[in-house]
């Protein structure tokens, strides 16, 4: 009877090393299921057609094509949710450009960068308050806008945390 119990045990540990990797299914299917956020000009969707355009749309379906993986566009997935969409198995890549940062490299793997894109601020026309003084941003009376989970929100909330 111990060596029935020990046995079960020892299965059910070794169930979760058993699960089938992405990578494993990717190989054994062909196909690969690409998660996406839009961002002109990189990545596009026809509001009419659903049909996907861009950089990123035109580089990933020829990588596709150079490793024989049929390319499946599965999911809009956010900037904030992509990790989570990853690690649930719903996608087996996040097909957009994202920028690489220590919080998100705690639970993905990033692969080298395609480009290098900068980031930059702009203001009203005629404001001039910030004009050789960037620290005049960090103030609780200024609004810096940004999407979350996009990079510009990340930089914004370490480098001007009273904005």
Do not use: H
Not at 122 to 145: K, Q
């Amino acid at each position: 009877m111990r060596t029935l119990i020990a046995l079960c045990l020892f299965i059910f540990a070794a169930a979760p090393a058993l699960a089938e990797s992405a990578y494993d299914r990717v190989m054994r299917t062909g196909e690969i299921r690409c998660g996406y956020a839009l961002q002109e000009p990189l990545l596009m969707k026809d509001p009419n057609t659903g049909a996907l355009s861009g950089v990123f749309y035109d580089y990933l379906e020829a990588l596709g094509k150079a490793l024989s993986l049929k390319v499946v566009w599965a999911e809009e997935v956010g900037w904030g949710d992509f990790p989570a969409a990853l690690n649930s198995g719903r996608i087996d890549a996040m097909c957009s450009g994202i920028w690489p940062t220590a919080g998100r490299a705690r639970v993905v793997d990033f692969t080298a960068p395609v480009y290098f894109n900068a980031i930059n601020a702009y203001t009203g026309a005629g404001t001039t308050r910030f004009d050789g003084n960037l620290s005049a941003i960090n103030d609780p009376g200024v609004t810096i806008a940004t999407m979350d989970g996009e990079m510009s929100s990340i930089i914004a909330a370490a480098d001007f945390p009273r904005a």
